[in-house]
């Protein structure tokens, strides 16, 4: 009886209560590359929200005033908006939502594997309805006072479409530069160019459900090696958010949705921040 009790406590638990405590994870990293002016830059990052699988309106509302609180200078969302059809989304109020986001170098985003499942044509065209920067193998430059950092993005690995050449023949020598790449074992083959200071991934869920001393059970292709949080891949930071949505069922044990607050640190000016 206590046994049966206690597993229907962890089933209501993880189904009710843990999918909607989102987790706000203020995190540093000391980029090698990055200039002065760019110290204390702010990317909020979030993704996997598999929004056709969890339609409650409240729910991106309450995120996009999540990630406004932070004030960030640039929202990178690591892709997943649906898990199997983009024409069951609330075309309206994802276009809203995401519209509403508010960062002054603006939102950008790659497509995750799902996107083409579902259907990255009708993605697409809500991302350019409101107003967020597609990274498909290409870059977007921020500048500060003459200073550059470039935030680049490879398009869905497991789609087949990720084109790590051509983001590396329009990268510039100089200046930090941090990729977009929705599976997060991608970051053996990006850091072994040397080029990119930090990568930010998705795709895992964190694994989703967490059992203590055992390895996370639910595990996509691509997500086995690095699984959630900051690794050091060669030279190279790796950060993977648990994502805030779920597949397939809808629950999360030990392994809470997060919205990670990235703050960025020259270590030519870091001496200056306490700790």
């Avoid at 983009?86 to 594997?113: F, M, W």
Wanted: proline letters at 6%.
């Amino acid at each position: 009886m206590a046994g049966a009790a206690l597993l229907g406590a962890g089933f209501v638990y993880a189904t009710g209560i843990e999918p909607h405590w989102i987790q706000v994870n203020p995190v540093d990293v000391t980029l090698p590359r990055l200039a002065p002016e760019f110290d204390g830059y702010r990317i909020v990052q979030i993704g996997d929200l598999h929004l056709d699988e969890w339609p409650d309106p409240a729910w991106l509302t309450r995120i996009v005033k999540l990630v406004n609180r932070e004030r960030p200078d640039l929202v990178a969302i690591m892709g997943d908006f649906a898990t199997h059809s983009a024409s069951r989304l609330d075309a309206e109020r994802l276009v809203g939502a995401l519209g509403s986001l508010q960062a002054p170098d603006g939102v950008v985003t790659v497509l995750g594997n799902h996107d083409y499942i579902s259907g990255e044509a009708l993605i697409r065209s809500y991302l350019r309805q409101s107003g967020v920067t597609e990274l498909s193998n290409a870059i977007h430059t921020v500048r500060r006072n003459g200073a550059e950092l470039h935030v680049a993005g490879v398009d869905d690995l497991m789609a087949g479409r990720s084109r790590l050449d051509l983001v590396l023949g329009n990268l510039p020598e100089r200046g930090a530069a941090i990729l977009l790449a929705h599976e997060p074992d991608f970051a053996d083959v990006s850091a072994a160019t040397g080029r990119f200071d930090l990568q930010l991934s998705g795709h895992s869920h964190g694994g989703q459900v967490g059992i203590p001393l055992l390895r996370r059970p639910i595990l996509p292709p691509y997500a086995q090696r690095y699984v959630s949080g900051m690794h050091r891949v060669g030279r190279m930071i790796l950060y993977v958010n648990r994502g805030l949505g779920s597949v397939h069922l809808r629950l999360r044990f030990l392994c809470r949705p997060e919205i990670t607050v990235l703050t960025l640190r020259s270590p030519l000016v870091r001496s200056h921040h306490p700790g």
